[in-house]
């Protein structure tokens, strides 16, 4: 798409007409040749359908070149408040899931979550890889303490 101000405002008020609701966006830096970029984003594929039929009926008015749909990819997130403070979380997620063989598609951050989209036939592995990873398979039994902070 033209990778000018308003472009993705014009993408995401049609998603939003559609009632989608969208999880993950990720834009890439545009190409200087063209003054083109891409866009991407998660949405459930449920909503899918309806949301490339709007998209698709107002590609001309967006002006963008291509709508591609992948309905068989998976999101494996990373997700705890000690990630602001303790360096290697994101190191100890890529690391093994390149150890395990499984290709990142898309990666989203936040100070308290690193999601990656990768493929869906992957995700279990990845899961299992990961949990090893970051030592959640040991024989010592997790204690979990929560409260209502009332």
Do not use: C, W
């Given at each position: ?49 309806v949301t490339i039929k709007a998209l698709a009926a107002e ?27 303790h360096s290697g979380v994101s190191e100890i997620l890529f ?56």
């Open positions: 798409m033209p990778d000018v101000p308003g472009k993705a405002a014009e993408i995401f008020k049609i998603v939003s007409k559609s009632g989608a609701n969208v999880d993950m966006i990720v834009q890439n830096v545009s190409a200087a040749s063209t003054g083109r970029t891409d866009i991407s984003f998660t949405l459930s594929k449920a909503d899918a359908p590609k001309s008015e967006v002006g963008f070149e291509n709508l591609l749909h992948d309905d068989q990819i998976g999101k494996l997130s990373v997700v705890g408040a000690g990630m602001r403070t690391d093994a899931l390149s150890k395990g063989g499984i290709n990142i598609e898309m990666i989203s951050t936040s100070e308290i979550r690193i999601s990656v989209v990768l493929r869906g036939s992957d995700l279990a592995e990845a899961a299992r890889t990961v949990h090893s990873a970051y030592g959640l398979d040991s024989e010592i039994e997790a204690v979990v303490h929560a409260g209502t902070g009332r």
